[in-house]
């Protein structure tokens, strides 16, 4: 449930950084969105001169998370653009449905408010759609497919050099890994011995952790602008038809692989558990989910990828479930100070969740490679 807040605290903090954008109009109401573990997100709603209720998105941008927000902003800003400009061109623009950014006051694209935390920014909010924190039926994941692979497509275009990493390093599994290992042997919180079966399962492990990162250096792997946070719950789907309407959260558009967003789905729209579902038995992936995202992903991706890239999409579902499982552990290790918790041991139970997945993942992976290669197929 979210709440409307139209007098109060929280009404009038809302309104105070509204009132720093270029927004026109009365203010009426804010709501706080608890979507992701990094960003805090406010929605505000305003009447303009004709009468009409329009609602934008606040956004402060975590600056432990991004340490120079103002890169981020620009590589957000040079992204909208570029997307925008192609669906005008052919012709497939709906207007309001794709992420646009409102200036602030002072010209730029964001603001720095120290006394309301840092840096904010002021968005769209993408009318009459949903987003999913699981799926629920393979309709969705085929859309999440869908979705992410035409956002791929829409800018594989752009100069990978136009874009600077937001993140360094974000998805290479390796330096992910020998973080943990840094983590466990400094073992600030004391926290270890709570972790010591995850550790073992993780070192059985360590030979592929490096196997995209050494293919792309190899330059069998393309380095393209890619996503690289493609959860299911950042695509906003049609409230009514649950059609794929808009990629959201943008902030680490960046140089990457192709596989890491592919991955990233695998791992949230191929699983009815949400990603700290304790009871462990509900977590597994389902090959009919496996099978939709595959195929809406393709269906919008088949043509631009190379042969390598599409050989290893099944691989990097498992990969990249067990790297997000290591940065859960990492964080829980460290004392939470990356990924928002709202229980003590939340992190630690976001990892076992992962890993158990991955587990899930691992003894299916033939048969999701066999699935593709057939898809790839019908395409000829
Ligand atoms: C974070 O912001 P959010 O919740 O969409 C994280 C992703 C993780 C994800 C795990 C910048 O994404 O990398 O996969 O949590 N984003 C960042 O749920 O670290
Ligand atoms: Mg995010």
Known sequence: MITKHTTGPVAERIARIGNQFAISG???????????????????????????????????????V??????????????????????????QYAAGQTLTLYPAR????????????????????????????????????????????????????MNPEDIKESIPDFHNTPKRYANL????????????????????????????????????????LPTRITHN????????LDEETDDAVCVIDLDTVMPGLALYDFGDMVRTATCMAEEDEEDLSQVYMQMPFFESLAEGYLDAAHDFLCPAEVENLAFAGWLITVEIGMRFLTDYLDGDRY?????????????????KL???????????????????????
């Not at 590589?75 to 192609?86: F, G, L, P």
């Not at 909010?125 to 629920?136: A, G, K, L, P, R």
């Not at 918790?341 to 890993?355: M, S």
């Open 358 to 380: 991955a587990q899930s993942i691992e003894k299916k992976l033939p048969a999701m490679q066999r699935y593709i290669r057939r898809l790839m197929k019908s395409y000829k």
């Open 66 to 91: 991004f340490k120079d927000p103002a890169q981020v902003m620009r590589n957000v800003e040079k992204v909208t653009r570029h997307i925008t400009w192609k669906l005008l061109r052919r012709r």
């Open 229 to 236: 946070d493609t959860k299911i719950n950042n695509v906003m």
């Open 181 to 220: 290992l840094a983590s466990a042997e400094a073992d600030v919180m004391g926290r270890r011995a709570r972790c010591e079966k995850e550790l073992e399962l993780l070192r059985g492990w360590e030979d592929k952790y490096s196997r995209l990162i050494d293919m792309q250096q190899r330059g069998e």
């Open 106 to 157: 002072g010209g730029r694209n964001y603001i720095n408010l120290p006394e309301e935390g840092g840096m904010w920014r002021c968005y769209n909010n993408i009318e009459s759609t949903h987003t999913y924190d699981v799926v629920e039926n393979t309709r969705q994941a085929y859309q999440a497919g869908y979705a992410f692979g035409s956002f791929q497509e829409l800018i594989c275009d």
């Open 339 to 355: 990924f928002r918790v709202e229980k003590p041991e939340h992190n630690l139970i976001r990892a076992r969740n992962q890993f």
């Open 26 to 64: 009365e203010f009426l109401y804010g709501e706080e969105l608890c979507n992701g573990h990094i960003n805090t997100t406010y929605r505000a709603c305003y009447r303009d001169e004709d009468g009409r209720e329009e609602r934008y998105i606040l956004q402060r941008i975590n600056d432990y």
